[in-house]
């Protein structure tokens, strides 16, 4: 579609807007319903419980390292 509007000389810099607005209408539509219920035992409900896990575990490292990173930096200044 996109390379067809192209070809008849539509900007492309028209066709990006007109996407733009394409996702604000769904992300619009998107935003007013309700998150359903994920249920125990569902695999959306454990895919969501590792994702929860794993991000505490990757911010901790983030934090450890930033931590060794500024202890490191310090040092380079005594």
């Known amino acids: 579609m996109e390379q067809r509007l192209i070809e008849e000389g539509m900007p ?3 066709i990006k807007k007109l996407y733009e607005v394409h996702a604000a209408v769904f992300r619009d539509a998107l935003s007013q319903n309700e998150q359903p219920e994920i249920l125990p035992g569902h695999p959306l409900s454990t895919l969501k419980h590792e994702n929860d896990e794993a991000r505490k575990i990757l ?4 934090d ?4 060794n990173c500024c202890a490191q930096w ?3 200044f005594n």
């Open 12 to 14: 492309t810099e028209e």
């Open 59 to 62: 911010n901790g490292i983030a």
């Open 64 to 67: 450890q390292i930033q931590k």
């Open 74 to 76: 310090a040092k380079g």
